[in-house]
């Protein structure tokens, strides 16, 4: 069933996957919006309505994991390359051993009103060592240093810092060699975590996993433009053009098709 699939095909199909799941999600929404309600008097009509938005997340919740229990090698191998700050979107089950590895670390810092939850990583390259900073949910700041004969040094003694902090060790499952955030990244993921917090887009208040979407497009700007665009374009209109996307989505196809066949 899941043969030959190579990691790139295996990213465009996890994507189109999880649109297909998100436009089928807000068809689902929009007719819990249709249940009229006044928040003082009708707290039955509330409750129908949460419940409405609840069952249509269950439902899309059941797409993606029927997705991802089809292709269990290709999805455990695409899980593996996801790196940065915490994941958001599907919660997927994950072995409580920790990933072994001498020359790079994970760690989340949470607050206990939660208004101040990073994230902090540290890679060690030869004499170099870069760490990747910043709040969960962003792309964070990254800096490199090169500290020559005191590397492995400094590299416990930053380590042993953030632990006094309070920070927690979590799996690393970041790149061995991270490159910074470029600024198309960074503009994608702040206009999709926009469209997220909207109501009128999101009314259901799911989580799009704008950065599991920002991997499946990593390496393409020209698609992380397009998305960004689609996303600024639902937020000025106030709902999402489907037949927009239907038509890129199309094109993209056509576009693969002619790769192979080339």
Same mark, same amino acid.
């Given at each position: 069933m899941s043969k030959n699939i190579s990691k790139d095909e295996f990213k465009d199909m996890i994507s189109q996957m999880e649109q297909s799941a998100m436009k089928e999600n807000q068809k689902c929404n929009q007719k819990c919006n249709k249940i009229k309600t006044n928040f003082a008097k009708d707290k039955k009509k509330l409750t129908q309505?949460?419940?409405?938005?609840?069952?249509?997340? @269950?439902?899309?919740?059941?797409?993606? +994991?029927?997705?991802?229990? !089809?292709?269990? #090698?290709? &999805?455990?191998?695409f899980i593996a390359s996801l790196g940065g700050g915490k994941r958001g979107g599907v919660k997927t089950i994950r072995k409580s051993k920790k990933k072994t590895n001498n020359n790079s670390a994970y760690f989340e810092y949470k607050s206990i009103l939660g208004s101040s939850n990073k994230f902090w990583r540290i890679v060690k390259n030869g004499t170099k060592i870069t760490t990747h900073y910043g709040r969960i949910g962003t792309l964070g700041q990254m800096t490199t240093k090169?500290?020559?004969? @005191?590397?492995?040094?400094?590299?416990? +003694?930053?380590?042993?810092? !953030?632990?006094? #902090?309070? &920070?927690?060790?979590?799996?690393?499952?970041?790149?061995?060699?991270?490159?910074?955030?470029?600024?198309?990244?960074?503009?994608?993921?702040?206009?999709?975590?926009?469209?997220?917090?909207?109501?009128?887009?999101?009314?259901?208040?799911?989580?799009?996993?704008?950065?599991?979407?920002?991997?499946?497009?990593?390496?393409?700007?020209?698609?992380?433009?397009?998305?960004?665009?689609?996303?600024?374009?639902?937020?000025?209109?106030?709902?999402?053009d489907w037949s927009k996307y239907d038509g890129h989505d199309k094109t993209r196809r056509k576009r693969r098709r002619k790769r192979r066949n080339n």
């Open positions: 309505k949460r419940k409405c938005h609840s069952k249509c997340e @269950k439902k899309r919740m059941k797409s993606v +994991k029927s997705f991802h229990a !089809k292709y269990p #090698k290709e &999805y455990k191998r090169d500290y020559g004969l @005191k590397v492995d040094s400094e590299y416990d +003694k930053l380590i042993q810092s !953030k632990k006094k #902090k309070g &920070y927690v060790e979590g799996v690393d499952y970041g790149d061995k060699k991270p490159k910074p955030p470029t600024k198309i990244e960074r503009e994608f993921l702040k206009v999709c975590m926009k469209a997220q917090n909207n109501s009128k887009l999101n009314p259901g208040s799911r989580n799009f996993d704008c950065e599991g979407q920002l991997d499946s497009y990593k390496g393409s700007d020209s698609e992380l433009k397009w998305f960004t665009e689609w996303h600024k374009d639902a937020l000025k209109n106030k709902e999402y």
